[in-house]
């Protein structure tokens, strides 16, 4: 079906087209969750909560944007919420003067599926996953993201520094371990 027939069905608030706009988007959308999530049953709370404000701002779509991209930010800005909430801003990675070893991609011998990545990914305190997960994923600036999580832009360079380096770091030693 359509996403234009999707629309006018959710615009009248028909359950049977808002479940199949959910059957739709669900999938792609619980993949964004994951990463920002520490766990499934969180992902799944905000994929939730998150077609809950899709249904009942769906008047506020304009249709000249993608409908896909339009449920995508509900579901980003859905996460974000959830961050704000849990006010685990405290769990940043404590900044610690340490010798890093630069990661280079040749050190990665193999492949890795997106259900390693989003393992790595909760491993992350959660400040450092939101952060690496709306400046890498979703492509958003240090300071946009100061500005959403209300800290500073210093701040969030670091923190990407950090999750960057950590998330290398498991990387590497997956591929040792090859």
Same mark, same amino acid.
């Given at each position: 079906?359509?996403?234009?027939?999707?629309?006018?069905?959710?615009?009248?608030?028909?359950?049977?087209?808002?479940?199949?706009?959910?059957?739709?988007?669900? /999938?792609?959308?619980?993949?964004?969750?994951?990463?920002?999530?520490?766990? &499934?049953?969180?992902?799944?709370?905000?994929?939730?909560?998150?077609?809950?404000?899709?249904?009942?701002?769906?008047?506020?779509? *304009?249709?000249?944007?993608?409908? =896909?991209?339009?449920?995508?930010?509900?579901?980003?800005?859905?996460? !974000?919420?959830?961050?704000?909430?849990? /006010?685990?801003?405290?769990?940043?990675? =404590?900044?610690?003067?340490?010798?890093?070893?630069?990661?280079?991609?040749?050190?990665? +011998? /193999?492949?890795?599926?997106?259900? =390693?990545?989003?393992?790595?990914?909760?491993?992350?305190?959660?400040?450092?996953?939101? !952060?690496?997960?709306?400046?890498?994923?979703?492509?958003?600036?240090? &300071?946009?993201?100061?500005?959403?999580?209300?800290? +500073? =832009?210093?701040?969030?360079? +670091?923190?990407? +520094?950090? *999750? /960057?380096?950590?998330?290398?770091?498991?990387?590497?030693?997956?591929?040792?371990?090859?």
């Amino acid at each position: 079906m359509s996403d234009e027939a999707l629309l006018e069905g959710c615009l009248k608030k028909d359950r049977k087209y808002q479940e199949l706009l959910y059957r739709k988007y669900s /999938r792609k959308m619980y993949a964004i969750c994951q990463a920002y999530a520490r766990d &499934k049953d969180m992902a799944q709370d905000i994929l939730q909560d998150s077609f809950v404000k899709v249904f009942l701002k769906i008047n506020t779509y *304009a249709p000249t944007n993608s409908l =896909e991209g339009w449920i995508r930010r509900v579901v980003t800005n859905t996460a !974000i919420d959830y961050f704000r909430q849990s /006010r685990r801003l405290n769990n940043f990675i =404590e900044l610690v003067e340490e010798h890093n070893q630069e990661v280079s991609e040749d050190n990665i +011998s /193999r492949a890795i599926n997106v259900e =390693e990545i989003l393992f790595f990914l909760r491993k992350l305190p959660e400040g450092a996953r939101v !952060i690496f997960n709306l400046y890498a994923i979703e492509g958003y600036t240090h &300071k946009e993201i100061a500005d959403r999580l209300s800290i +500073s =832009e210093g701040t969030s360079k +670091s923190q990407y +520094s950090r *999750a /960057r380096t950590i998330l290398q770091a498991y990387l590497t030693g997956l591929a040792g371990h090859v």
